[in-house]
């Protein structure tokens, strides 16, 4: 299959492209390398030593034997040229992950979020009218979030994009399918809502193909393609606006910094793997919708986790204190969760996951396919506890055995560096694994 891909040198985009090259697909990127600007902004660039995109390809090559070209440009602004692109590369499938998708980056200032509503609305357009006047069949995938949902308690299992209502008619009640009501907590996450309103016109209008799957955090750093040769390493971001939830407890924990835990830490969020990932979208990519059918949604993520059992499980296998800190964020303090994921599932997805031995018996796993994730007592905000003791049996970390490679971050205390300690992105599982389902 021939696969473009927007945003191919992101932090979702790179591995995919390796990913989807790996499996015998003809792949291109298209990427202006507006992320590495933003690090560049902010500076805070990735851990890991991430190398040009010149380098990363060139390394592809000498490593697989296999050619990926990319484009600079930028999708939402060089329309003529992506317009150009799909006419001669004529692709069976574009991969959409050319957005700003940092809530916290888009809520800065009234420029952050004015250039993240131009960034993503536009491209999520540029893309579907470019494809419509190219006269082809494309199948465009597009990276959305389960934060379009909102993470109000729910009360029922999160479905897959549509929910049925039951409306009255002059005919009496009658059952309904609409788009599930969107309830944006940023005005990143507020974007990929506006795509959805864009993929469901579009579908209609056009016929165009399209599956949208709404991706959960995604953790680890590393895939099996991109572990092949250090200069094809995944970045990993950890400051206060990309680096996420799991990340940053990681990065604390090496550090020696306490874990900062927005508020009471009930924030409940759906997570997934960098590896489950990049095996989603080549799922979706073999999964297409039919012509004129519906936006496809899937729900891509794999497991639930309250904010406050996650630095609880990395205090514990690291000795890391926590902080409960007043919450930057206007969102719920505490919220259940209950996700539909069975599309993905039925697709053949087998799913890492985290390490579940390191709960507490009062904070059994959470986990998706419509089970509420129950509540763990919850401290008060400002206060720091120190980790819980270790039981007698300490937590083991295991590997998938089904799966050669991890994608863990290590969180240990690694060698001095300056005046302090320096912390490593590494290879091998010590503060999270996985297990086979
Ligand atoms: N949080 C902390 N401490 C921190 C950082 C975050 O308690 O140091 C809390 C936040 O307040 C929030 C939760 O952890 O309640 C998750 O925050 P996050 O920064 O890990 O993730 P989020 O801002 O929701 O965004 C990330 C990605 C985004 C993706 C989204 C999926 O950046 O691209 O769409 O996860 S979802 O959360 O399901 O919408």
């Not at 955090?217 to 990993?236: C, H, K, M, S, Y």
Request: glycine share 8%; hydrophobic share 35%; charged share 20%.
């Amino acid at each position: 299959m021939r696969v473009l891909i927007l945003g191919g040198d992101g932090f979702c985009g790179w591995p995919t492209a390796l990913h989807l090259s790996a499996r015998g697909h003809d792949v291109r990127i298209v990427d202006n390398q507006s992320r590495r600007a933003i690090d560049a902004e902010l500076g805070a660039g990735s851990l890991t030593p991430i190398a040009s995109l010149e380098a990363r390809l060139a390394a592809w090559r000498e490593v697989s034997g296999r050619d990926i070209t990319a484009d600079v440009l930028t999708v939402g602004k060089d329309y003529a040229a992506l317009l150009d692109l799909l006419q001669s590369f004529q692709p069976d499938a574009v991969v959409h992950f050319a957005e700003q998708r940092a809530a916290p980056y888009s809520m800065k200032s009234a420029r952050h979020k004015r250039y993240t509503v131009e960034n993503n609305v536009g491209a999520t357009h540029d893309l579907c009218a470019a494809i419509v006047e190219s006269g082809q069949d494309v199948h465009l995938v597009h990276l959305g979030t389960m934060g379009v949902y909102g993470y109000g308690t729910a009360g029922v299992p999160i479905p897959e994009g549509y929910l049925t209502v039951q409306v009255e008619t002059s005919e009496g009640w009658r059952p309904q399918e609409v788009l599930y009501p969107a309830n944006p907590g940023s005005i990143y996450h507020l974007t990929k809502t506006q795509d959805a309103l864009t993929f469901q016109f579009y579908a209609r209008n056009d016929r165009l193909r399209i599956t949208d799957l709404h991706q959960g955090i995604v953790w680890g750093t590393q895939t099996a393609e991109t572990r092949l040769d250090p200069r094809l390493i995944n970045r990993f971001d950890y400051d206060g606006d990309y680096g996420t939830v799991l990340n940053r407890f990681l990065m604390q924990a090496a550090v020696g910094h306490p874990l900062s835990v927005h508020g009471a830490g009930g924030q409940t969020r759906a997570f997934i793997n960098i590896q489950d990932t990049v095996r989603c979208v080549e799922l979706a990519l073999a999964h297409p919708p039919v012509r004129g059918e519906r936006v496809q949604v899937m729900n891509q993520m794999t497991e639930c986790w309250r904010v406050r059992d996650l630095a609880r499980m990395v205090a514990r296998l690291t000795g890391a204190e926590i902080a409960y800190l007043p919450n930057p964020r206007q969102e719920a303090d505490e919220n259940d969760l209950s996700v539909e994921n069975r599309r993905l599932l039925a697709c053949g997805l087998s799913p890492w996951k985290t390490v579940c031995c390191s709960r507490s018996p009062r904070s059994p796993a959470p986990t998706a396919r419509g089970l509420t994730s129950p509540r763990s007592p919850a401290p008060q905000p400002g206060t720091r506890t120190g980790p819980r003791p270790r039981g007698p049996t300490p937590p083991t970390l295991r590997r998938n055995r089904a799966c050669a490679c991890s994608s863990s971050v290590t969180a240990t205390r690694p060698a001095p560096w300056r005046n302090g300690w320096r912390p490593t992105a590494g290879r091998s599982g010590q503060v999270s694994a996985t297990r086979p389902r």
